[in-house]
């Protein structure tokens, strides 16, 4: 599939998932014809759109910052959700609500990335060191995964039902949008991800060649990994804190784009958010139209991901002992 073909995908996927729904949208009162029209302008362009475009960035960022991990480790399993940088995201953006109450969105964006960075650096550190197994990496992450949500079940003691209630509510990660405001908010965080595989693409390229053959092309392994996971956690914290963790995307969409596309990142860096976009719209439309009620979004993720993920480590634990 080529990648013009791909980017008309993106958006025939996001023109059917604003028009279509539980009621199919009037194209008629869109055109200021009919009884209807304000109504089917408020749902699609203040409802649908919005929904459908926070979907893109997410799943987009998702997309090439699991790229970024797996391309800067040489890990299959590294994304932002094995390396615990959701789940130091999640914890931020929690103690940020428990301080400061529903306030204002630019402190649990803060929170959310200062957690994000200070639990996904020792992991990153871990996983850059040579003669360490994945497996290791990928266990340290589940364990500190496993930390990160032992604090949050210890301050979810001590907080009040509404609280509770409301964070268990955003765990599940929702999408839902009223307007463009949070769009604008995440529009730069989300594309940092995006752009910066764009830039690195060939030094990606050297990496995945080797170390020793990436610093003979004069490649900075350092400086490209520092940046992979400062601008992986910016994208990850500003859209956590924003709409919730939303899992798996970052890790099986890159292994789905180098199916189709080979190893290059001249391709990958532009399928992979792409991918992400689409397969985050699907799972977003499935979730508002399946049942009578919507889904959250992280539900209709897992479902997808938690079985494709285990047939993954399966297949590597199977090739690493073979």
């Not at 798996?248 to 958010?273: C, D, E, K, M, N």
Request: with cysteine; net charge positive; charged share 10%.
């Amino acid at each position: 599939m080529k990648i013009p073909l791909l980017l008309m995908l993106v958006a025939v996927t996001a023109a059917l998932s604003v028009l279509l729904g539980r009621d199919v949208a009037d194209l008629g009162a869109l055109f200021g014809q009919g009884d209807a029209v304000e109504y089917w302008r408020y749902i699609i362009f203040e409802l649908r759109l919005p929904r459908v475009l926070m979907a893109i960035l997410i799943g987009a960022m998702l997309a090439s910052s699991g790229l970024l991990f797996q391309s800067t480790l040489h890990n299959p399993l590294a994304s932002p959700f094995t390396l615990g940088s959701s789940a130091g995201a999640a914890l931020g953006a929690y103690i940020a609500f428990l301080v400061f109450g529903p306030g204002s969105q630019w402190l649990f964006i803060g929170f959310a990335f200062g957690l994000a960075l200070l639990v996904s650096l020792p992991i990153y550190l871990l996983a850059a060191r040579r003669r360490v197994p994945p497996e290791a990496v990928l266990l340290a992450g589940v364990a500190i995964t496993f930390g990160t949500s032992a604090v949050i079940s210890g301050l979810t003691y001590v907080a009040s039902e509404k609280t509770i209630f409301a964070y268990a509510r955003w765990s599940l990660g929702d999408l839902s949008v009223i307007g463009y405001d949070n769009i604008l908010i995440l529009l730069v965080p989300t594309l940092l991800p995006v752009i910066y595989g764009w830039l690195a693409r060939h030094r990606l390229d050297a990496m995945a060649g080797g170390e020793e053959l990436a610093l003979a092309r004069g490649v900075n392994i350092a400086a490209v990994r520092s940046g992979a996971l400062l601008v992986v956690t910016i994208g990850v914290g500003a859209s956590v804190a924003l709409c919730g963790p939303i899992a798996f995307i970052g890790l099986i969409v890159p292994h789905v784009a180098r199916a189709i596309y080979g190893g290059g990142h001249s391709r990958l860096t532009i399928a992979a958010p792409l991918l992400g976009a689409i397969l985050l719209m699907l799972c977003d439309f499935a979730g508002r139209n399946i049942l009578t009620v919507d889904i959250p979004i992280g539900v209709m993720t897992a479902a997808l991901g938690t079985p494709a993920f285990i047939a993954l480590l399966v297949t590597r634990l199977g090739r690493a002992r073979g």
